[in-house]
Structures are given as C-alpha cells and as structure tokens.
C-alpha cells in the first residue's frame, strides 16, 4: 500500500472525483458513511451517549457535518460545535444546510466552550489533511480545552492539529484522539512513535478511491500489508534438496549470550534455509548442539569471544552479530568478513549478502571507516540506538527517516530500522512501513529471531534483495502477533517468535 503526502491526498480526492463522475459531496458522503461503518460497530447509541461533533471549517468539518446527519439516523443522540471562520468550504456548507434541526449546534467563541464531561465521546472533525499551519487562536483553544476535559476522541481522518506527513512545533496543540479512522491509505503520521499520543488506534476505511491515481503516484512511503507480501515466497519444489535452499554461516555468541546464537540459529531455520552451520565461541558448543541438533557447529579457539573468520567457500549468506560482544578480535572477524563478502560470488555475481545486527553494528558505530567496505545489499538491522550510533541524533521521528533513507543510499545497503513499524530503507531510496508485529515483542532475543529469518530468506536463490527482508520482516512480525495470540504479549518470549515462523510463512 502506498503512504501519500497531503497534497497527494488533495489530488487523489480531485482524481476520484472525475474519473468516477462524482459530486464533491457525494465522495464526502462516502467517507462519512465508512466513518458511520466503523463506529457503529463499535460503540452502540447507549455506549456512545450525547456524543459531541467538534467542526471547523473545511472538508473536515464538512464530514463532521455529515457523520453528525447519519448517526442521527441510526438512532445516536448527537450535538455539533462549530468553529467560526471567513469561510466554509462548498460541501461543508451543504451539509450544514442538510443537518436536520432536531441536531443542537452552537458556535464555539472563547467565552463558550463546550461542557465535556470526562470519558464523554467527542468526534474530532476540526482540520484533516488542509491542516495549513500549526494551531493558534481561538482553534488552539478548543482543542486545548478537549484534551484537558479528558474526553473519549475519535479523530476523523487525522487528529487536529497534527501534519499528516512533516512534523509540528512541539509547543503546538495536537487532539489526543484513542482512535482515528482515515480514508483511503494510512498517513506518515500514523506510524511514528512521537505521534502515538495523538493518533492512538488508528483504523483506515475503504472509499473508493482512485487505484489509478493511487497506481500511478510517486512516493517513497509504502505500508507493507498482506497483500504486499503474498505469494512472494517461491514454493519448494518437488524434486527440491537441502542444497537448493541455501547453506548459511551465523556468526554469533559470546559467553553469558549464547542464547542470541540459539535464538538466531533457530529461526534461520524455521525460515526454510538448507542448512546452517555456527561459528561460536569454544564455551557455547554444547548449549548448542543440544538447543540446535538441526544446525551444524564451527567453535572458535577462543572459549568466551569469536576471534576466526571461517572459509567463506560454502555459503550463501553470513549473519553476524547476535550476542557477540565488542572483543578486539570479533571486530577483526568483522573487518575480515566485510572485505571478503565484497567478492562477487561466482554463481551470482553479486557479493555474499550479508545480516548484520546487534554488536556487530555496535562495532560499525565505533569503526565508522568499515561502512565504506559494506557490500551492495548487506542487510543491517539496527535499533533507533544503534542507529544513532551509525550516524547522529535525530531532532524526531521525521528527520530519523531522512537519515535512516540517506544512509542506505549512500551504502547501498538495507537498512531495518526496528520499532512497531519497522522500516526498511532501501538503496533506491523506498522506505517500507511494516504492518504486523505487536508490542510483546520488544523482549530480549527478538532482534536475534529477526536476524536469523532474514538470513534463511537472503541465503534463497529465488527472492530477491528487498522482497526478501520485507517479507522477513513482515513474516517475523506476524509470527509474533500468532504467538500473541496464544501467550499474551506480556508471557511472549522470544522462543516463542521461532516457534510460529513457520506457521507464518505457510499463511504467505
Ligand atoms: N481524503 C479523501 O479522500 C477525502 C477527504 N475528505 C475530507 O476532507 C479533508 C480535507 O479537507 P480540506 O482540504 O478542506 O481541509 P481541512 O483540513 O478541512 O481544513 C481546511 C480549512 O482549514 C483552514 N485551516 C488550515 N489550517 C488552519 C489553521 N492552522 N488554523 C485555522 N484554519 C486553518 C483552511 O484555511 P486556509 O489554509 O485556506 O487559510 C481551510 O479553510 C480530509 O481530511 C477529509 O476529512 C472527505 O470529505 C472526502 C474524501
Ligand atoms: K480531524
């Protein structure tokens, strides 16, 4: 799915409007009925109570307009506040002209803001994607006034207040909505973290929307959904053997850590890898081999640390990183295996792809000087932390992306910025949202299960570099909302991520 900049979103509207022959308001009564959809079945007229509609002056308040005529007709009980303006847009002013008077209105004014009784439901309709400056006045007030009256919002279309693709002033008033129900596609907005308090559950309902203009936008954004992700996996063939899938190398393990080992092992693979083989150090082989009778194990002369780089001649992909530790020698591994992954392979041409977590991007942090040896496509899965140690503090959520898009460029790498939506950054420059992955997995040994899953898919002769870690990264979070769902995000360990790679594979 793509993610368009409001401008976008104005277009997208006008497309529609033409291609399908339709009325502006007849489009605006679409996204009014979707919002009706979505929150009739969520709260009934006895839970929703007097529920207050808050509409400014633009298309926003226009859908307020609307949502406020159509509960009344399934049986809501509902009030309108309105902001006054210079002006109101055409549809806004149809819908006034159409709200039935049985529905009482009164217009907002510093002196008369609206009683809101605390966990009262209010409708957010003040400004949607027009939203052309941060908040001030008298819209600054009302909105103030909202959050401190610590009602129950659910936003239309966006929170009030806030951009859906740049970020505000901190010191500028955003509704705190629990819920918020878009049209058409998620926004920017919707998936970084500063925003959270803001958007709360966000919901996107279909109305029909241009899929032509939508085809045809250009965008760096993209939400990865099931659909974008399904049927990618080739099918083993019959005839297929455990060569075909790929040998792989993890290098990984440090005493006191050998369970990142284990964990990454174990989901390389349930990720359908051929074979694996370990380089660990010495104090870690039986934890191994008894955790892991299926992967195969190289121990290193050093017992606590790795300090060897093993012949690079049988594998398809080397993960490092899982609980290595920042020895002197494991930063000589690193330095090797990067100078060595930058031979083409004589099968494909390409450098050994590489996935390279945890304290081997520590290491990178420290020796920014290796990141001009990183091989086309190396995989790097950092988190916000580790990623600020590959570049620089970001001012916010926004200027992260930037340095997170930059950087993959300039290296040419992939880059998986880990978090609730996990964003990949390829070398054209894409980023890519994922969409599955619940907060139960921010436990110790996750990042290890992710980077094991996109070893197996990089070691697959058949995937290509950048479907191959969108649909890890999609495939590792949905096997965690599977295992979620059996354990509870608080019970969820990492283990138990493994455990459900395959079931989540199968689903694709
Ligand atoms: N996407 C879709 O498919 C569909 C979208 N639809 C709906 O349309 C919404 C977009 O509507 P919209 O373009 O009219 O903009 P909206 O946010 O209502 O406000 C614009 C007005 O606010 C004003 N204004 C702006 N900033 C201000 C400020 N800081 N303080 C004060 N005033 C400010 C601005 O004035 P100006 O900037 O011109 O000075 C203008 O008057 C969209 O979010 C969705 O809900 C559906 O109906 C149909 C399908
Ligand atoms: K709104």
Same mark, same amino acid.
């Given at each position: 799915m793509k993610i368009l900049t409001a401008a976008q979103t104005r277009q997208l509207d006008q497309a529609t409007i033409r291609e399908q022959h339709l009325l502006s308001v007849e489009l605006m009564e679409r996204a009014a009925a979707a919002f009706i959809q979505w929150f009739s079945s969520y709260f009934t007229p006895a839970e929703a109570g007097e529920t207050l509609i808050i509409c400014g002056p633009g298309n926003n308040g226009g859908d307020g307009l609307a949502i406020a005529r159509l509960l009344l007709q399934r049986g809501y009980a509902v009030r309108v506040s309105l902001l006054?303006?210079?002006?109101?847009?055409?549809?806004?002013?149809?819908? #006034?002209k159409h709200l039935p008077a049985a529905v009482p209105v009164a217009n907002l004014s510093?002196?008369?803001?609206?009683?809101?009784?605390?966990?009262?439901? &209010?409708?957010? $309709? /003040?400004?949607?994607?027009?939203?052309? #400056?941060? =908040?001030?006045?008298?819209?600054?007030? &009302? *909105?103030? +006034?909202?959050?401190? $009256?610590?009602?129950? *919002? &659910?936003a239309v279309d966006i929170p009030s207040g806030l951009f859906a693709d740049a970020p505000q002033p901190d010191d500028s008033p955003v509704v705190r909505a629990q +819920?918020? &129900?878009?049209?058409? =596609?998620?926004? /920017?907005?919707? =998936?970084?973290p500063q925003n959270a308090e803001f958007v709360g559950e966000w919901h996107v309902e279909n109305i029909g929307l241009s899929t032509g203009f939508i085809a045809e936008a250009a965008t760096p954004w993209h939400y990865t959904d099931a659909a974008a992700v399904a049927g990618q996996l080739p099918p083993r063939p019959k005839f297929s053997h455990k060569g075909t899938f790929g040998h792989t190398l993890l290098l990984a393990g440090s005493r006191g850590k050998m369970g990142a080992a284990v964990l990454s092992a174990g989901a390389c693979l349930r990720g359908g890898v051929g074979l694996l083989t370990a380089h660990i150090p010495g104090c870690g082989y039986d934890i191994f081999q008894i955790s892991q009778p299926e992967a195969m194990c190289l121990t290193d002369k050093q017992a606590d640390f790795i300090s060897e780089l093993p012949d690079l001649k049988p594998y398809q992909a080397v993960g490092?990183?899982?609980?290595?530790?920042?020895?002197?020698?494991s930063l000589a591994v690193l330095r090797k295996l990067l100078q060595a992954a930058a031979q083409p392979l004589e099968k494909t041409g390409q450098p050994l792809p590489l996935v390279i977590d945890a304290d081997a991007l520590n290491l990178l942090g420290s020796h920014r000087a290796l990141l001009k040896q990183l091989p086309e496509n190396a995989v790097l899965t950092p988190h916000p932390k580790e990623f600020e140690r590959l570049t620089e503090p970001a001012r916010d959520d926004y200027h992260r992306l930037e340095l997170l898009r930059d950087f993959a460029q300039q290296h040419k790498c992939l880059m998986v910025l880990k978090g609730a939506y996990t964003c990949l950054a390829t070398p054209t420059g894409e980023l890519h949202f994922n969409s599955t992955g619940n907060a139960g997995m921010a436990t110790g040994g996750s990042g290890d299960v992710l980077t094991g899953l996109l070893l197996a898919l990089r070691a697959h002769a058949q995937l290509p570099p950048v479907e191959a870690v969108r649909l890890g990264v999609y495939a590792h979070g949905r096997a965690g909302d599977m295992a979620a769902a059996l354990t509870g995000q608080a019970g969820l360990v990492a283990g138990d991520i493994v455990r459900h790679i395959g079931p989540a594979l199968a689903e694709l």
């Open positions: 006054p303006a210079e002006k109101q847009s055409s549809d806004w002013q149809h819908n #006034r510093p002196q008369h803001l609206p009683a809101i009784a605390e966990g009262a439901l &209010v409708i957010d $309709a /003040l400004f949607g994607t027009g939203l052309s #400056r941060p =908040l001030d006045g008298l819209a600054a007030a &009302v *909105v103030q +006034h909202l959050n401190d $009256a610590g009602a129950h *919002v &659910v +819920h918020t &129900v878009g049209f058409g =596609l998620p926004k /920017l907005a919707f =998936l970084l490092i990183g899982p609980g290595l530790g920042q020895e002197a020698a």
